[in-house]
């Protein structure tokens, strides 16, 4: 019989299993409760009003509709019972499997303040971005009709808490949008006494990265227009303003970039989970005891590999490569994770990037992201759209994707 | 002191109205329950996931940007108080205007059976085309799951009620979808077997065209795989279909394009309505007794001129110099329509076209239909975006906008 593979969550983890395993001798199940593939690393641009949704993400079907062995399925996954060797959707139907790719991803992590989700968004899904984009559009709306000046200032006050490299894209670009997108468009305040702050807990941005590169991209930051505030830790989200101990900023608009934790479907695996349920793998990438069942991308824990999205491409491709091992009765091999650098995108002409020995801030480095998320969004026939929206809003200043949906403004 | 001008919606009648109030010594401030101005002529594509909201939209500030008279607010109006000159927001606020235009528009008009709307979505907003798009991609979803022939059947069938314009539109567009975007991404069902029927009540499709038109229009869409069902009147319609009389339809997809009444804005002017709900304006669009205020677009009712956008423009630009004119102190003139034609779009290559004398169908009528949109669509920046989208959907029969919101598939 042939042996089924059944993948759960079809990120960039979750696809080049997918994708690597075509060809196979198996009966392929991706298993999403999306029906789009979603490029995350242009996230920020679908919420900062950059990009139309449908431009960073391509139907999950329509990717694997020539992989003859693959069948795409629309589903939520409700646990994985590793006994019976079957994944439960929320309908009740079981789905066996002979071998099990969980790359389920991660999800916002408010460390127990559960609460704060309301008033602060994270930017996970298209979901969310489309959310982040009404609330910081409808905040220059509510502006423009409020009288009163302090609270007008309220809603012309945007805290982005969380320092990493989607605080820093946030920040950034509202920075941009706030000085040289809207100027000129408002009757009754100058869009450019907006504030945009980016509170950090720990004493620098950008962690990961090495700390020349972190207090230029602080640098940078406050170039555009950032106010950032390090060592400050939040203690206190609501819907008029975030509070830093006995400080407290009021705000309208607050932005949630400060951690993400494992998909709760880490736990239903039965095995000992690290403190953001991320699942400890074995060399190749099993679960411990359970040679059937392979845990990549952010979901996965391996000492030494960041939770980027060049880190789950390799994982799933090497997933996919053990998988076809184990059903050939051949040794699974370990994965050995390929550093090919790190960047991070901080606004117009302004990034920074870790490759390797070699480091850059600035132009360099902007023009290096861009030229890399081109190459890379190369898989989606998007990149033209991309290219040209892009090409416009340098020139221009202008953000194309300026539209709010009526029941986002409820 | 100078006069206020206020103008409520900002489709393309409200939009032709402020900018042809650029330079008038007037204070504009133009009202609008969204923050952008909408193409509507190819809101079918979004609701068919060829093209991303965002290109055909533009947010109404940045298209006023330029004109320094005009003021734009993000607001609901609640109701017009005619006697005091008065616009009542939503929020209790009250703007005071010395001349009105009133450019509403329409809503879906489900002529007494409103509990048809939660299975039968209308095509009027950006929301209803997001909607409607999420109910076509998910039908194709559960079929793919749905294990039942009968159930798998009524997933498949999509029933479109309504053979004017965007009826015409959507099925065309729909059996396309059906038959040469989907076809080989689906292991469980062959798309091509979904069945799309137009279910009209009178007896041709597009009633405004001759009838020669009609014919043709019927011949193209049964050629692109639409059952055409002339003189069936729709009984009843709820979750698991439609019935037509005795006749039933099991269908999990019903969309209704079966006609529009006037925003409920028209009924506070305290004047007389036809059964639409629209207002019979003096021939210089004013209300009847009420100089100061002017009714444009699909909201008014004049004898001869269609609900079309060209209408609707022509309508707005009257409103604004007839405006100038009473703050002038001269005489208004009446409204003369200038009838360029109709186009209706049915699907690839597939059109009619009435350009007085001269009809067309097939793909001239298709063509000068795409010549025309492009060329309408030139005041937006998306012209180029949309260019691109529409000539890779040509040759690959592909729709980029292929994406479910996780919020609409609930």
């Given at each position: 019989?042939?042996?089924?593979?059944?993948?759960?969550?079809?990120?960039?983890?979750?696809?080049?299993?997918?994708?690597?395993?075509?060809?196979?001798?198996?009966?392929?199940?991706?298993?999403?409760?999306?029906?789009?593939?979603?490029?995350?690393?242009?996230?920020?641009?679908?919420?900062?009003?950059?990009?139309?949704?449908?431009?960073?993400?391509?139907?999950?079907?329509?990717?694997?509709?020539?992989?003859?062995?693959?069948?795409?399925?629309?589903?939520?996954?409700?646990?994985?019972?590793?006994?019976?060797?079957?994944?439960?959707?929320?309908?009740g139907a079981r789905i066996?499997?002979?071998?099990?790719?969980?790359?389920?991803?991660?999800?916002?992590?408010?460390?127990?303040?559960?609460?704060?989700?309301?008033?602060?968004?994270?930017?996970?899904?298209?979901?969310?971005?489309?959310?982040?984009?009404?609330?910081?559009?409808?905040?220059?709306?509510?502006?423009?009709?409020?009288?009163?000046?302090?609270?007008?200032?309220?809603?012309?006050?945007?805290?982005?808490?969380?320092?990493?490299?989607?605080?820093?894209?946030?920040?950034?670009?509202?920075?941009?949008?706030?000085?040289?997108?809207?100027?000129?468009?408002?009757?009754?305040?100058?869009?450019?006494?907006?504030?945009?702050?980016?509170?950090?807990?720990?004493?620098?941005?950008?962690?990961?990265?090495?700390?020349?590169?972190?207090?230029?991209?602080?640098?940078?930051?406050?170039?555009?227009?950032?106010?950032?505030?390090?060592?400050?830790?939040?203690?206190?989200?609501?819907?008029?303003?975030?509070?830093?101990?006995?400080?407290?900023?009021?705000?309208?608009?607050?932005?949630?970039?400060?951690?993400?934790?494992?998909?709760?479907?880490?736990?239903?695996?039965?095995?000992?989970?690290?403190?953001?349920?991320?699942?400890?793998?074995?060399?190749?990438?099993?679960?411990?005891?359970?040679?059937?069942?392979?845990?990549?991308?952010?979901?996965?824990?391996?000492?030494?590999?960041?939770?980027?999205?060049?880190?789950?491409?390799?994982?799933?491709?090497?997933?996919?490569?053990?998988?076809?091992?184990?059903?050939?009765?051949?040794?699974?091999?370990?994965?050995?994770?390929?550093?090919?650098?790190?960047?991070?995108?901080?606004?117009?002409?302004?990034?920074?990037?870790?490759?390797?020995?070699?480091?850059?801030?600035?132009?360099?480095?902007?023009?290096?992201?861009?030229?890399?998320?081109?190459?890379?969004?190369?898989?989606?026939?998007?990149?033209?759209?991309?290219?040209?929206?892009?090409?416009?809003?340098?020139?221009?200043?202008q953000r194309h994707a300026?539209?709010?949906?009526?029941?986002?403004?409820?």
């Amino acid at each position: 019989m042939t042996p089924r593979v059944v993948i759960l969550g079809c990120g960039f983890g979750g696809l080049w299993a997918a994708q690597g395993l075509r060809g196979a001798r198996a009966e392929v199940t991706v298993i999403d409760r999306t029906n789009h593939h979603l490029f995350t690393p242009l996230l920020y641009q679908v919420a900062t009003a950059g990009l139309a949704a449908p431009a960073i993400a391509g139907p999950i079907r329509h990717i694997l509709a020539k992989q003859q062995n693959a069948t795409v399925l629309l589903a939520e996954v409700q646990q994985i019972d590793v006994q019976k060797k079957q994944v439960c959707l929320e309908d009740g139907a079981r789905i066996g499997y002979d071998y099990l790719v969980v790359a389920a991803g991660t999800v916002n992590n408010y460390f127990g303040n559960d609460a704060w989700a309301r008033f602060a968004p994270g930017l996970k899904t298209l979901e969310d971005a489309l959310d982040i984009r009404a609330r910081i559009l409808l905040a220059f709306e509510h502006a423009e009709r409020e009288t009163d000046a302090a609270r007008r200032a309220a809603w012309l006050t945007f805290v982005v808490i969380g320092g990493g490299a989607t605080g820093v894209e946030l920040a950034g670009t509202l920075a941009e949008i706030a000085r040289r997108t809207l100027p000129g468009e408002f009757r009754h305040f100058d869009p450019r006494n907006a504030r945009v702050i980016l509170v950090e807990a720990g004493e620098r941005v950008l962690p990961p990265y090495t700390p020349d590169l972190s207090e230029k991209a602080r640098r940078q930051l406050e170039r555009l227009g950032v106010a950032v505030f390090l060592q400050k830790k939040v203690t206190g989200v609501d819907a008029e303003g975030v509070s830093l101990g006995a400080e407290r900023i009021a705000a309208r608009t607050v932005l949630w970039a400060a951690g993400v934790k494992s998909s709760p479907l880490g736990a239903s695996l039965g095995v000992a989970l690290d403190r953001a349920g991320r699942v400890r793998v074995e060399p190749d990438l099993s679960v411990p005891g359970r040679p059937e069942v392979f845990v990549v991308g952010d979901l996965a824990l391996i000492e030494g590999v960041p939770g980027i999205a060049p880190a789950a491409k390799q994982m799933g491709r090497q997933a996919a490569k053990n998988i076809m091992k184990s059903i050939a009765g051949k040794e699974t091999l370990p994965f050995r994770y390929r550093d090919y650098g790190q960047l991070a995108t901080i606004g117009r002409n302004a990034a920074v990037a870790m490759l390797g020995k070699l480091h850059l801030s600035g132009y360099p480095a902007w023009l290096t992201w861009l030229l890399a998320h081109i190459y890379f969004l190369i898989n989606f026939r998007n990149r033209l759209v991309v290219m040209i929206d892009w090409a416009w809003a340098y020139w221009t200043f202008q953000r194309h994707a300026r539209i709010v949906l009526r029941e986002r403004s409820k």
